[in-house]
């Protein structure tokens, strides 16, 4: 990614919650992230979809398995 000077920003997330528990969770994220590169230097619109399971650790919620999902 540094060496083919790649620049990816976020310009829309969402997020839909498929499934938890007080101690876990099932969730599925859409992003449009603007990229560049070295080779495409206008702004690329790339979409990704992903599949995130999160469990509970003290206070704060951890990503424990994330997929790409087509």
Do not use: C
Not at 48 to 57: A, H, N, S, W
Request: aromatic share 4%.
């Amino acid at each position: 990614m540094t060496a083919n000077k790649t620049v990816s920003t976020v310009e829309r997330a969402e997020a839909a919650l498929v499934s938890g528990d007080q101690d876990s969770a099932k969730v599925i994220v859409g992003v449009i992230a603007p990229t560049t590169n070295a080779s495409t230097p206008q702004p690329e619109k790339k979409t990704y979809r992903l599949r995130l399971d999160l469990v509970k650790v003290g206070d704060a919620w951890k990503v424990s398995t994330l997929d790409f999902v087509s």
